[in-house]
């Protein structure tokens, strides 16, 4: 287990993409009580008559009273991240934002 702050664990397992990184004391104190943590993960194969794709699991996780529930799951195709993602860049175009998942997860990846 990974954690964000201390005594808040981060979800983890091999599938899921976890971004880590490390706050300052100050940005810890605040992170205890707005945490929001999201993991991708559970890539699943789906072949209709006219296509083939991929679904992945999308947990968020939070501690924040803004939200009407602590955890949310949904299931979204690759393309909602690339969606994601250009509308990311739209409104925010000085961040550099990457896709960290990959259309065929089932493929061998290359180095």
């Known amino acids: ?4 702050a201390e005594g ?3 979800p983890n ?13 100050e940005e810890q104190q605040d992170a205890i009580n707005k945490e929001i943590f ?5 890539p ?3 072949i209709t008559a006219i296509e083939t ?13 803004e939200f009407d529930s602590s955890e949310y799951e949904v ?11 250009s509308r990311l860049e739209e409104n925010y175009p ?4 990457h896709v960290c998942i990959t259309a065929s997860p089932f493929q061998p990846q290359q180095k």
């Open 1 to 4: 287990n990974t954690s964000l």
């Open 13 to 25: 397992s091999p599938d899921s993409m976890v971004n880590q990184f490390r706050l300052d004391e």
């Open 38 to 42: 999201i993991t991708v993960d559970n």
């Open 8 to 10: 808040s664990p981060m």
């Open 53 to 65: 794709f991929v679904m992945y699991r999308v947990v968020t996780k939070t501690t924040r009273s």
């Open 94 to 97: 000085t961040l550099i934002v």
């Open 44 to 46: 699943e194969s789906h």
């Open 75 to 85: 299931r979204r195709r690759y393309q909602d991240f690339l969606w994601l993602k």
